[in-house]
């Protein structure tokens, strides 16, 4: 499996920002997605992960109400939809996929992303 993230960027406190990641190779249909984030000096944490039909979804409590994942098997896409973007959102963002239905721990992803940067300003 091959993940492409796109859509970072620079946003002002309180703006919006999609994330998309496309997925190559093996169909996604048959993962659990997941987004990480890691700040400058900082491990990479758990952001969201969503089950293979999408049906069942889990968020960071830091971004619970504002964040939204998604996916679309079809298009082997998971998007992050990210509203009342904070300067402590600034992070490389990364999607990741594992062969559990869905995972919250960084050890279960087996595929990981290059990252995409997201600058929120205060």
């Known amino acids: 499996v091959q993940l492409q993230a796109s859509g970072g960027g620079l946003v002002q406190a309180g703006g919006s920002l999609r994330l998309s990641c496309a997925a190559s190779?093996?169909?996604?249909?048959?993962?659990?997605l997941g987004w990480f984030r890691q700040a400058p000096g900082e491990e990479r944490k758990f952001v969201a992960a969503?089950?293979?039909?999408?049906?069942?979804?889990a968020y960071a409590d830091a971004v619970k109400g504002r964040f939204t994942i998604s996916r679309d098997n079809a298009r082997n896409t998971v998007t992050r939809q990210m509203n009342s973007l904070k300067p402590e959102d600034t992070a490389v963002y990364y999607c990741?996929?594992?062969?559990?239905?869905?995972?919250?721990?960084?050890?279960?992803?087996?595929?990981w992303g290059q990252g995409t940067l997201v600058t929120v300003s205060s």
């Open positions: 990741a996929s594992t062969s559990k239905p869905w995972s919250i721990t960084k050890r279960d992803y087996d595929y």
């Open positions: 190779g093996r169909t996604v249909g048959i993962y659990g």
């Open positions: 969503i089950d293979w039909s999408g049906g069942s979804t």
